[in-house]
């Protein structure tokens, strides 16, 4: 795949945490609506790869191309504004504020005042309004980050670790949810353990190891 093809293109990417370097030149194509799956152990480098992304961690060497534009060096609030969202495996949610006021803050931030969209997507929360965000369960957390991120209408929705510390159930539905708004046209990157959940949704597999990419391709390629 191309730069003129892809979503988001990361080339020859370098980069880490302090003298510790993490990726070690990894080169990625990422589809338009589609799901891009990065598979890999933990310490595999699929959450620092999805922070460079985000520009929540720059690049060392390398480049980064969103729909042919680089934007290497933009900084993750201009990422955002293009529509490139995180939802981070540590529950991204503000704990203190209500339910409400988490949902209200991206809504109003991303021009759309109106928070219904979230709520239908996960009735759960509209039980949930006036409860402070920190005293839910991991799995309501789980689906108020996500929500938040529903609200500032990605292009490009990047989730890491989705299932991590759900019960099936509850890793289940979110899956679903998932797969739902790829089916909408929303470019979507999971970072994930080897989980059959990623693979019966992902139209594309990368498996790194290291900090580097050792598979690419379909997932009925990655079961073979």
């Known amino acids: 795949m191309t730069t003129a093809t892809a979503e988001l293109e990361l080339t020859g ?40 992304l985000a520009g929540l961690i720059p690049l060392r060497s390398g480049s980064l191309t969103w729909r042919g534009e680089d934007i290497t060096k933009v900084s993750t609030v201009d990422r955002a504004r293009r529509g490139l969202m995180l939802v981070p495996d540590e529950r991204a949610v503000f704990a203190t504020l209500s339910v409400r006021d988490n949902l209200q803050i991206i809504a109003e931030a991303s021009g759309h005042p109106d928070i219904t969209p979230a709520l239908e997507s ?84 990368y498996v790194l190891h290291r900090g580097e990419r050792s598979f690419a391709g379909g997932p009925e390629e990655f079961r073979a």
């Not at 509209?126 to 980050?145: D, H, I, N, P």
């Open 13 to 52: 990417a370098r980069a880490g945490y302090g003298t510790v370097e993490v990726l070690h030149g990894l080169d990625l194509a990422i589809p338009p609506g589609k799901v891009t799956a990065l598979l890999g152990v933990n310490g595999a480098g699929k959450s620092t790869t999805l922070r460079v």
């Open 122 to 205: 996960f009735p759960r929360l509209r039980e949930r309004l006036t409860q402070r965000a920190g005293s839910m369960s991991g799995g309501e957390r789980r689906m108020l980050a996500l929500a938040r991120a529903l609200l500032a209408r990605p292009s490009v929705l990047m989730v890491d670790e989705l299932s991590l510390g759900l019960s099936p159930k509850v890793a289940a539905d979110l899956f679903g949810w998932l797969a739902t708004v790829a089916s909408s046209g929303t470019t979507v990157v999971l970072a994930d353990q080897y989980t059959e959940q990623a693979l019966a949704m992902a139209d594309l597999v």
